[in-house]
């Protein structure tokens, strides 16, 4: 499976959009794109996956670049509850995800 | 609908205890999983099941067992614990392979002295 890049740490203020990259240069043509994140001390939470097409649902929104080597994963408006870890995983067939360190996202008032 | 359930929450144990961490899921989703977390550190994956009677080793199944006990219900066992195992333990389950979304537990937080 491709390895991910993902910044450390973001911030981002109350109610603005947060828009957390990922970088995947090395994904193949049948990888996907997974978002899960982690709220302190908490069981992961999937978020969102892609394969090539921009998706959305109740939760954010997820933008592949055309050549696929990165990502974009969108919280349309961020609340103090959006404060997680947020994992970007490449995976292609098999049933394995391998979590990175992931983003630390804090949302402030 | 509880999703997947751990048990126990929290342990604390002397080093050469034993212990089986339990994980049952009620969402009938044929693969599970076991996962460790130490702080500040992604998950890493210790064991999975893909089926009911089949089990595979992930990237750190050293000083682990587990056993999948039926379709709901997917085990791990430290037989002899140690310092180094002081984590917190995550069970998943995952819907079929097609969307490979999977589902958490709540956690189980080790220590081990």
């Known amino acids: 499976d491709a390895k991910t890049t993902q910044p450390p740490s973001m911030d981002c203020a109350e109610g603005r959009a947060a828009n957390l990259p990922c970088n995947h240069s090395?994904?193949?043509?049948?990888?996907?794109v997974y978002w899960y994140r982690q709220i302190h001390s908490q069981g992961p939470q999937y978020i969102i996956h892609?394969?090539?097409n921009n998706e959305t649902n109740e939760m954010a929104s997820l933008i592949i670049t055309e050549d696929r080597k990165s990502s974009t994963l969108i919280l349309p408006h961020a609340t103090l509850r959006d404060t997680a870890v947020y994992y970007c995983?490449?995976?292609?067939?098999?049933?394995?995800?391998?979590f990175g360190a992931g983003t630390i996202l804090r949302v402030k008032s | 609908n509880a999703g997947v359930t751990q048990t126990p929450k929290f342990q604390v144990l002397k080093t050469g205890q034993s212990m089986t961490l339990q994980c049952a899921q009620d969402m009938n989703h044929n693969s599970m999983y076991w996962y460790r977390q130490d702080p500040g550190m992604g998950l890493r994956l210790i064991y999975y099941s893909a089926s009911e009677g089949t089990t595979d080793k992930g990237e750190v199944p050293n000083g682990y067992n587990v056993s999948r006990l039926n379709k709901r219900e997917f085990s791990l066992r430290l037989e002899s614990a140690a310092p180094s195992q002081t984590s917190v333990y995550f069970c998943?389950?995952?819907?079929?392979?097609?969307?490979?979304?999977?589902?958490f537990g709540a956690g189980t937080r080790l220590s081990v002295l």
């Open positions: 090395t994904i193949s043509g049948n990888e996907y």
């Open positions: 995983i490449v995976r292609g067939g098999g049933n394995k995800l391998v």
């Open positions: 998943a389950s995952m819907t079929d392979i097609a969307k490979n979304i999977q589902y």
């Open positions: 892609g394969l090539k």
